[in-house]
């Protein structure tokens, strides 16, 4: 399975950068990406690991549901 590395943008649109074989590459290149970074447009580079670019573009468009142990004043 290959790294995919993606574009976050506004909106959450997803913009495809590339795709690696091996970690080492693909970490590098995001950790590159990153550094070019301006702060204040909310852009993200994110990383991941999944069978296809679709499975990819699904598991970072996908909303997370927050878990009740880790919200309010139960801390």
């Known amino acids: ?5 993606f574009r976050l943008g506004m909106f959450k649109v997803l913009e495809k950068q590339g795709e690696w ?3 080492k590459e693909a970490r590098a290149h995001v950790n590159e990406l990153r550094k070019t ?7 993200k ?4 690991f999944a069978d296809n670019e679709i499975a990819a573009q699904d ?3 996908a ?3 927050l878990e ?3 919200s309010g004043d139960d801390w």
């Open 1 to 5: 399975m290959p790294y995919y590395v």
């Open 45 to 48: 580079y994110k990383m991941i």
């Open 68 to 70: 009740k142990t880790l």
């Open 21 to 23: 074989a091996n970690f």
């Open 59 to 61: 598991t970072l468009s």
């Open 37 to 43: 970074l301006d702060p204040k447009t909310g852009d």
């Open 63 to 65: 909303e997370r549901e």
